[in-house]
């Protein structure tokens, strides 16, 4: 059962532009959501994360934008650079349970 | 501490053989959790532990599978009788109970043939 969905699948921004990956969830017992980005060969690194309690959350380049009416979350890029270039996981956590719900992931190219 | 260490980074095996993976999770973390990463999917999770009570399974984990922490500090992930399906990457990450982000390892690659 997936219940964290993720589009697009692929991005390809040119370099400077705005990156938009979008999630959609179903529990609304998730609690936390944070965006993970994962490089060939390594293991996924947390980047970012919000909780439902407010709108938008920014470190950076990287916001988060959270819906809590829509149960939608989105990440967005600014200035795009070619070392953004990844997978990008969304993903949830519920207060209930310990285990982190991803999704099915972006790949996001950078062109230069 | 250097984060969470995975051994080995490669496994190729042949398919009915017996595999073990090791995971050292950063040493203040009492959580550690096993996911499995087909490519092109992102990370289903295994199973989680904390210290070295396995609390939660998931209905991925057949019984060929087996997961221990025995001290509450490093863990292994078994599999038995390996199919040729068991091909992937297997993550291992933790963390500190009570704080929500989680540390993966870069992951043991497994190719049955």
């Known amino acids: 059962q997936q219940q964290v969905k993720q589009s697009p699948q692929s991005l390809i921004v040119q370099k400077g532009g705005i990156s938009i990956i979008n999630c959609a969830y179903e529990?609304?017992?998730?609690?936390?959501f944070p965006w993970y980005q994962q490089f060939p060969g390594k293991g996924p690194a947390l980047l970012i994360a919000?909780?439902?309690?407010?709108s938008e959350k920014k470190e950076g380049r990287f916001t988060i934008s959270f819906n809590k009416s829509a149960k939608q979350f989105s990440l967005h890029i600014m200035d795009s650079q070619p070392g953004d270039s990844a997978t990008y996981f969304c993903?949830?956590?519920?207060?209930?349970?310990?285990?982190?719900?991803f999704g099915s992931g972006t790949r996001l190219s950078i062109r230069p | 501490d250097t984060g969470v260490s995975q051994n080995p980074r490669h496994k190729i095996t042949k398919r009915g053989q017996n595999v073990t993976f090791r995971c050292d999770p950063i040493?203040?973390?009492?959580?550690l959790y096993w996911y499995r990463q087909t490519l092109g999917q992102g990370p289903e999770f295994l199973t989680y532990?904390?210290?070295?009570?396995?609390?939660?399974k998931s209905r991925l984990l057949s019984d060929r599978f087996s997961a221990e922490r025995p001290k509450g500090s490093f863990s292994t992930l078994e599999i038995q009788r390996t199919e040729q399906g068991d091909s992937a990457m297997y993550l291992c990450?933790?963390?500190?109970?009570?704080?929500?982000?989680?540390?993966f390892g870069s992951g043991t690659r497994l190719t049955v043939v």
């Open positions: 919000i909780r439902p309690d407010v």
């Open positions: 532990f904390q210290n070295e009570a396995q609390l939660e």
């Open positions: 529990n609304t017992a998730f609690d936390y």
């Open positions: 990450a933790s963390s500190l109970e009570g704080t929500y982000g989680y540390t």
């Open positions: 040493s203040e973390h009492n959580r």
């Open positions: 993903a949830a956590r519920g207060s209930s349970a310990s285990k982190i719900i």
